[in-house]
């Protein structure tokens, strides 16, 4: 995590210095998977893309396990100005046979090649460099399988699917079943789901789906195994139902006199799987016109998983007069906030709080949802790290290819 969190800082630190310039090149499809086939002849179609349409020229090179037996059809492009995408083709031919099953991979390199003014100057230039993963399976002997689980965004109380991806890279078909175990964050069991059996034949794949609906809030560890005849194939994945949830159950003061210090039991409820810590609330009570009369916080405090816990806090009613005043509330906890809109009437000797409205809104600190811009500027830095990961990795070759 600390290599991925540097990565997207650097590229962040380059974006602003290059003046936020999305100018960068892509690769569609990123990577491709094939199967082994002796003697075969495949030919492979890529996109690469100018995201900035600025004139530029890149090299094209391969290397990997098989780059011997690529031929490129050409090996540099030119984008002329305003020109964004260019389709290049790559043929490969397998061998009459590899001797060790599993994965190969090759790797086709597009770099972009700096201009020659730009070359003799003093400044910094980020280069930008794709690659596009070409996987080939070689098939294993008899019967041999590989799961790949993908998780949706799961809902409370929707049924959603789990999709399991199997791909048979064995010599013969196999029958396959997928078993689901979901466990807690403590390890505890949750749920074990089954799926349909299905046939899937050499150097083919096939789709097993599991249908699930969450009874609760939380995280959780999602195991499947793919049974085939004696063997089996497993894959996991994290995955969050909802969003963490502290809500007010209640608001009651006891044995109150109007002009005294009234104590309030604010009652809590944790819709979530894990414990979360430094939890604390936030009172404020104003008056008919709208100045804050009253405001305080309570102590911090810890909730285990799907625990109620109450809160005090407390409040000098010496100079407040009866009647009806509308508050709220904010529970703080985990770079969230709760927040409740509530109705206060006080008697002489009473308090009594409504909490109004059913469903309560957490929020991040910051008050706002990530607008829609926010997937624009992440897939910007997602591209500049991928350049500069190119970068280093020309960087440790000591330069670049040619031809």
Same mark, same amino acid.
């Given at each position: 995590m600390k290599k991925i969190a540097l990565t997207v800082l650097a590229a962040l630190v380059f974006w602003s210095a290059m003046g936020g310039s999305a100018h960068a090149l892509g690769i569609a499809p990123a990577d491709l998977e094939i199967?082994?086939?002796?003697?075969?002849?495949?030919?492979?179609?890529?996109k690469v893309l100018n995201s900035?349409?600025? /004139?530029? &020229?890149?090299?094209?090179?391969?290397?990997? $396990?098989?780059?011997?037996?690529?031929?490129?059809?050409?090996?540099?492009? #030119?984008?002329?100005?305003?020109?964004?995408?260019?389709?290049i083709t790559y043929a490969i031919t397998f061998p009459p046979a590899i001797d060790e099953p599993g994965d190969r991979i090759t790797r086709i390199i597009i770099t972009e090649t700096p201009k020659q003014q730009e070359s003799k100057g003093t400044g910094i230039r980020v280069v930008s460099s794709v690659g596009h993963i070409l996987k080939v399976h070689v098939p294993y002997p008899g019967k041999y399988a590989k799961a790949r689980l993908f998780v949706p965004n799961f809902r409370l109380n929707e049924e959603n699917n789990f999709a399991i991806e199997v791909t048979n890279l064995g010599e013969e078909s196999i029958d396959a079943a997928a078993v689901l175990d979901i466990t807690g964050p403590e390890g505890e069991n949750v749920t074990s789901l /089954?799926? &349909?059996?299905?046939?899937?034949?050499?150097? $083919?794949?096939?789709?097993?789906?599991?249908?699930?609906?969450?009874?609760? #809030?939380?995280?959780?560890?999602?195991?499947?195994?793919?049974?085939?005849d004696d063997h089996s194939a497993r894959d996991e994945k994290y995955i969050t139902v909802g969003e963490l949830l502290i809500d007010v159950e209640a608001i009651t003061v006891d044995r109150f006199f109007l002009g005294e210090i009234a104590k309030f039991d604010i009652l809590?409820?944790?819709?979530?799987?894990?414990?979360v810590s430094?939890?604390?609330?936030?009172?404020?009570?104003?008056?008919?016109?709208?100045?804050?009369?009253?405001?305080?916080?309570?102590?911090?405090?810890d909730i285990e998983p799907f625990e109620q816990k109450t809160l005090n806090a407390y409040w000098d009613t010496k100079g407040v007069e009866k009647g009806a005043y509308d508050a709220n509330i904010r529970i703080h906890y985990a770079g969230k906030v709760t927040e409740r809109e509530l109705r206060t009437y006080v008697t002489l000797e009473s308090i009594e709080t409504e909490?109004?409205?059913?469903?309560?809104?957490?929020?991040?600190?910051?008050?706002?949802?990530?607008?829609?811009?926010?997937?624009?500027?992440?897939?910007i830095v997602i591209v500049a790290a991928s350049n500069l990961g190119w970068v280093w990795y020309f960087r440790r070759k000591g330069g670049i290819k040619k031809g």
């Open positions: 199967m082994f086939e002796p003697m075969a002849e495949k030919v492979i179609t890529i900035g349409g600025e /004139e530029m &020229e890149a090299g094209i090179y391969a290397e990997g $396990d098989l780059a011997g037996y690529v031929k490129l059809n050409e090996d540099h492009i #030119r984008f002329s100005k305003g020109e964004t995408e260019k389709l /089954e799926s &349909e059996k299905v046939t899937v034949m050499p150097k $083919d794949k096939e789709i097993l789906i599991v249908k699930w609906t969450p009874a609760y #809030r939380g995280e959780f560890l999602a195991k499947v195994r793919v049974k085939y809590l409820k944790s819709e979530w799987n894990r414990k430094g939890i604390y609330a936030q009172m404020a009570i104003r008056n008919a016109t709208n100045q804050t009369i009253g405001d305080f916080k309570t102590p911090d405090v909490i109004i409205g059913l469903s309560a809104r957490a929020v991040s600190k910051g008050g706002k949802s990530p607008g829609p811009g926010s997937e624009t500027a992440l897939l």
